[in-house]
């Protein structure tokens, strides 16, 4: 039989094993979708997700993250780009030995919050909230599966997204990430013309690939040669007007609590420019579409696989 990605979804492997959770993805076929999505491009996601080339979000469409990565992917790989080659590319991405939609089933802890039912966008406003928590179950479990809050919603039709409900979600908690175990990282790369981030390893291979926002027309990338000053997780966010151009000249300084909705996500990765680094946004679409105030964004579960690698004096290069 002709290996295409059509015919990903007749092989069958065990199932994923999941590091670091007590909850459970079934190890069971997944259940059959009561819609039909385009599994080919959602498991080519999946795929490239778990071989720490990020998509980004993952949405089921053919967009320019996707086909950057894979091209990254291969480029990284040596495999020769084009029809005729993707039968290498899969098998590189192990496609025959992962079911890229697994069923989970959500505990009473993922729906108990806290939540925030609204957000406000004026910075002084979201200042006065004890957390900037998630807005819902669904976007917590979208965070989660590296998914668009409205792909799950389409591979579970009926869901309620409740405790106790089995759902359909993408397989990438199974993976192998990249992370502390790995040597970690010996250059950081951000290149703003292609917007993405690489990290290399000391033998010069990329140990990890995804796309990101950075810089803009009036808050350029400070390109050059830099270093990694400090990672802190689940960030305080100073918020200071006079930082930015677009700012609303009533506002005061203020801070804004943790959370995964804080501007800068759930991890904060400073730079040897004052200002300046590498973190997480709440606006997980947005990445790779457009721009951002100087730094540079990353999906936060993105930017947390970067943490894992780097640690203070890590080399950064932002280029044009």
């Not at 105030?293 to 044009?320: I, Q, Y």
Request: hydrophobic content about 40%; charged content about 20%.
């Amino acid at each position: 039989m002709k290996f295409t990605l059509k015919t990903l979804s007749y092989f069958v492997a065990s199932a994923a094993i999941l590091f670091g959770t007590s909850t459970s993805i079934a190890a069971e076929r997944p259940v059959p979708p009561t819609r039909a999505v385009g599994l080919a491009e959602l498991e080519l996601q999946v795929l490239l997700d778990r071989a720490n080339f990020s998509p980004g979000q993952i949405d089921d469409e053919n967009g320019k993250n996707s086909r950057e990565a894979l091209a990254a992917f291969e480029a990284a790989r040596g495999i020769v780009p084009g029809a005729r080659s993707r039968k290498a590319a899969l098998v590189a991405l192990g496609a025959s030995a992962v079911e890229a939609i697994v069923s989970y089933t959500i505990t009473a802890e993922d729906a108990a919050g806290p939540f925030n039912k609204t957000i406000p966008e004026d910075a002084t406003e979201q200042s006065k909230l004890p957390g900037l928590y998630y807005k819902s179950v669904l976007e917590e479990l979208a965070a989660r599966f590296h998914s668009a809050p409205a792909l799950l919603k389409r591979l579970n039709l009926r869901a309620r997204f409740a405790a106790g409900e089995r759902i359909r979600v993408p397989n990438v908690l199974g993976a192998k990430q990249a992370g502390p175990g790995h040597a970690g990282a010996a250059k950081i790369v951000v290149s703003k013309k292609a917007s993405v981030l690489m990290v290399y390893d000391r033998e010069g291979h990329v140990i990890f690939y995804a796309p990101v926002t950075s810089g803009s027309e009036h808050d350029p990338l400070p390109f050059g040669n830099w270093v990694i000053t400090d990672v802190v997780r689940n960030p305080t966010y100073n918020y200071n007007p006079d930082l930015f151009w677009d700012a609303n000249p009533a506002n005061a300084k203020v801070k804004i609590a943790a959370g995964p909705n804080n501007p800068v996500g759930v991890v904060w990765m400073g730079i040897n420019v004052p200002h300046y680094g590498i973190h997480g946004t709440p606006e997980a679409g947005e990445i790779g579409h457009s721009q951002s105030h100087g730094c540079v964004r990353m999906t936060n579960w993105d930017a947390s696989r970067v943490a894992d690698l780097v640690k203070d004096g890590t080399p950064v290069v932002f280029e044009e």
